[in-house]
């Protein structure tokens, strides 16, 4: 048995529960950590699957009242916000982890989204829609093309379309809901898409770190909804601004001064 692998199956299911829903981008923080802890594993990105699996499943758990129940306007705002952004990453996905799936252009990405979350949650703007039942197709829609820009690894898929959402009239409420409810089929269909694509790697001998991962991920990512949930009531999203832009400019000091070797 591989303690250390197991070790480092747990670190990162804890890296992907915790920021899978917050605006600091999960991707890029999984680039960071991976690479720090030299997670190497034939089998890493059906790894990655499984503990994304994991934290889609704590969204649903958690909102299983309105999942389970025949909800046709969710489901029809959920369909429409998902199709821009996987027509896009069909036609220009590959040329983006060939690119972008490093640690410095995630470091970039972390500090102009943190900038980007600043200046929209500091400008005075009346909410239109409180709620996400109060939400149209069209509203949808918009925060479909807002979850476009989480193509670009250390966005944030949760930062684009929460901030999105709010820039076109969502509250700050609805916006993080919407962005937990989008997580759901946005997780299904990239898992899908990436195990069909990597099922060559799938391994029994790997199952133990498979599981070990999901678990990990879905209880971090359920207190990670549960608090966000009562944070947005009364808080803003500046705190978390200033840490992507204090960690982005830390990975690229680390990388300009050589103090970390990072995958440049």
Not at 126 to 135: G, K, N
Not at 240 to 255: C, D, E, M, P, Q
Request: aromatic share 16%; with cysteine; hydrophobic share 55%.
């Amino acid at each position: 048995m591989d303690y250390v692998l197991y070790l480092k199956a747990v670190a990162l299911g804890i890296v992907e529960g915790l920021t899978e829903f917050l605006p600091i981008s999960s991707t890029g923080h999984l680039i960071l950590a991976g690479d720090l802890l030299d997670f190497n594993h034939p089998a890493r990105d059906v790894f990655y699957i499984a503990i994304q699996t994991g934290a889609m499943f704590a969204v649903v758990w958690e909102y299983r009242a309105r999942f389970f129940r025949v909800d046709w306007q969710l489901w029809r705002n959920l369909a429409i916000a998902f199709m821009p952004a996987a027509v896009i990453g069909l036609l220009v996905g590959k040329l983006i982890k060939a690119y972008l799936f490093k640690p410095v252009p995630v470091a970039l990405a972390f500090i102009v989204g943190g900038v980007i979350i600043l200046w929209v949650d500091r400008g005075k703007r009346d909410a239109r829609v409180e709620s996400t039942q109060a939400m149209t197709a069209l509203d949808a829609l918009k925060v479909g093309f807002a979850q476009c820009f989480a193509l670009i690894p250390g966005t944030s898929r949760s930062g684009a379309t929460i901030i999105g959402g709010m820039l076109f009239g969502l509250s700050r409420r609805a916006a993080t809901e919407f962005s937990f409810f989008l997580a759901v089929p946005t997780l299904i269909a990239a898992g899908a898409y990436d195990s069909w694509k990597n099922r060559s790697l799938f391994s029994g001998a790997d199952t133990g770190m498979w599981v070990i991962g999901l678990v990990v991920s879905f209880v971090s990512a359920f207190f990670v909804i549960r608090w966000l949930i009562r944070y947005v009531a009364t808080h803003d999203f500046r705190w978390f601004a200033w840490y992507r832009i204090a960690f982005g400019v830390v990975v690229l000091l680390t990388a300009y001064f050589g103090w970390v070797s990072w995958s440049l």
